[in-house]
T-cell receptor, first 112, second 114 residues
Framework: GQSLEQPSEVTAVEGAIVQINCTYQTSGFYGLSWYQQHDGGAPTFLSYNALDGLEETGRFSSFLSRSDSYGYLLLQELQMKDSASYFC?????????????FGGGTRVLVKP | DSGVTQTPKHLITATGQRVTLRCSPRSGDLSVYWYQQSLDQGLQFLIQYYNGEERAKGNILERFSAQQFPDLHSELNLSSLELGDSALYFCASSGGQGSYNEQFFGPGTRLTVL
């Protein structure tokens, strides 16, 4: 089976930097994804790491270390609109349908 | 707008009843995934279909079933409903142009079982 651990909540001020860590134990691993979900909304894709290293997309970056079964999402120059829940998710292999197993989510609260 | 549509948006029903949730994937996507999101269980994968065939199964209850039709839309059937089935049900799609790096989620169906 799969299990993912991430902090339940993080609070930071506008303009700050937040790092959300994710550790995973999996029986099948093809990559690590990150999704953002605002209250009442649908999850939306932020980033995907298949290989070790850092992927940068604007103010958001994601890192993966496959040997450590660890990844993180870095949110820079925090804005009020970044207040949301952030989920790491392990993507299973194509043979297993590429399905996602999600962590419990990290609620990020941005204060002025 | 992800391009994935789900109906209905809200559903209120009673215990013991049966409901059908509908999903239309993004144009070009062959894979459809169903997820359940409840407060105590988080986002849980239920089942996946690829081009009409069941491809992967998660912790889906025997009371739940799904199918994908030739036009690629999918339906999730929930029967003998219990209070604990109250949750948000999301459909997602991927596979357009052969890419599975991103899943596109629909707006969800909020099911309330009274």
């Amino acid at each position: 089976g799969q299990s993912l651990e991430q902090p339940s909540e993080v609070t930071a001020v506008e303009g700050a930097i937040v790092q959300i860590n994710c550790t995973y134990q999996t029986s099948g691993f093809y990559g690590l994804s990150w999704y953002q979900q605002h209250d009442g909304g649908a999850p939306t894709f932020l980033s995907y790491n298949a290989l070790d290293g850092l992927e940068e997309t604007g103010r958001f970056s994601s890192f993966l270390s496959r040997s450590d079964s660890y990844g993180y999402l870095l949110l820079q120059e925090l804005q009020m609109k970044d207040s949301a829940s952030y989920f790491c998710a392990v993507r299973d292999t194509p043979a297993a349908g590429n399905k996602l197993t999600f962590g419990g989510g990290t609620r990020v609260l941005v204060k002025p | 707008d992800s391009g994935v549509t789900q109906t209905p948006k809200h559903l209120i029903t009673a215990t013991g009843q049966r409901v059908t949730l509908r999903c239309s994937p993004r144009s070009g996507d062959l894979s459809v995934y169903w997820y359940q999101q409840s407060l105590d269980q988080g986002l849980q994968f239920l089942i996946q279909y690829y081009n009409g065939e069941e491809r992967a199964k998660g912790n889906i209850l025997e009371r739940f079933s799904a199918q994908q039709f030739p036009d690629l839309h999918s339906e999730l059937n929930l029967s003998s409903l219990e209070l604990g089935d109250s949750a948000l049900y999301f459909c997602a799609s991927s596979g357009g142009q052969g890419s599975y790096n991103e899943q596109f989620f629909g707006p969800g169906t909020r099911l309330t079982v009274l």
